[in-house]
């Protein structure tokens, strides 16, 4: 059994590096391209299996050429994914994503296909409850509420990558212990401008173990209910961004699965990150547990 279980999107990514943006109805170059496995929760667990955590997927997928290739990807990468289900004659989800070098921004075209939701009789109970954490990014929302269930009752960590406000993500707050949204959801979900206000508002309304807010570029602070503090933001030559969120919750997880704090946990999760965004794609641009570790020391001496 996995320690690290996700359940949540797997997306099906065509990344292409411009110099400069198209203007619509015009051929435009691409200096490079690659294709690549994508999406919140796969990528985090993609992260913490590069990391040295055992992991596995469980969720949806058409029957298409965007799933065969996801399935290959996992594999490739050491991610399980036995449980999937496959739903035939479906699209899979898949994106388009431009990066434009001249001014370092990320855009994203995405279409969700027609694969079903992953519904709560087609989790494997076993495989939740004798996990170390669970993980979910808002996607597959009725499946996600009854694993968390599962989860709590099992005293299973549940964490949760708050990246959007989707339908009905509130039902799933009260049972996360590790709450890691982004600066934006904090602010939508909340109604406050204020990070640490956001924080609190949180804190106060469900009670989780942690809160982390990440603020990209900027880094990020965390809460436990009684101090604030900021994590480390390591600067670097950045290559590629997309996908360093998803990579910042995988090894948030790894650094919890390891024996770190939750300090700890974030700056190794950092650092991770950044050394991501040096080069091209989001997930075979992941560092090995070692290589992390090594640049934090030799260069920080942070853990």
Request: charge should be negative.
């Amino acid at each position: 059994m996995a320690d690290l279980v996700g359940i949540g999107a797997t997306v099906f990514d065509t990344l292409m590096v411009t110099e400069g943006f198209p203007v619509e109805d015009t051929k435009f170059p691409a200096t490079k391209g690659l294709i690549q496995g994508g999406g919140p929760c796969a990528t985090a667990l993609v992260a913490a299996s590069r990391l040295g955590i055992s992991a596995e997927y469980l969720g949806t997928i058409g029957d298409d050429y965007y799933a065969r290739f996801m399935l290959d990807d996992f594999a490739r990468y050491g991610v399980e994914s036995r449980h999937v289900v496959i739903k035939k004659g479906c699209c899979s989800f898949n994106s388009f994503i431009i990066l434009n070098q001249l001014t370092g921004s990320r855009t994203c075209i995405w279409n969700k296909g027609t694969v079903p939701s992953l519904i709560p009789e087609e989790i494997p109970q076993d495989v939740v409850r004798k996990a170390k954490v669970l993980h979910l990014d808002g996607h597959h929302l009725a499946g996600a509420l009854y694993a968390a269930r599962c989860a709590k009752d099992a005293g299973v960590k549940v964490s949760l990558d708050a990246g959007g406000i989707y339908p009905g993500i509130e039902e799933l707050l009260p049972f996360v212990d590790f709450l890691i949204p982004s600066e934006e959801f904090a602010y939508k979900f909340t109604g406050h401008k204020d990070p640490e206000i956001a924080a609190k508002f949180l804190y106060a309304q469900y009670r989780p173990e942690i809160i982390v807010i990440t603020q990209g570029s900027r880094g990020g602070i965390i809460y436990d209910g009684e101090q604030l503090r900021s994590y480390p933001l390591f600067e670097v030559d950045v290559v590629d961004s997309n996908g360093a969120g998803d990579v910042f919750h995988g090894a948030f997880i790894t650094g919890y699965i390891k024996g770190m704090d939750y300090d700890k946990a974030a700056a190794f999760a950092s650092a991770v990150s950044a050394l991501k965004c040096t080069k091209l794609g989001a997930r075979k641009s992941i560092p090995s547990f070692e290589q992390a570790m090594a640049f934090l020391e030799n260069n920080y001496n942070i853990l």
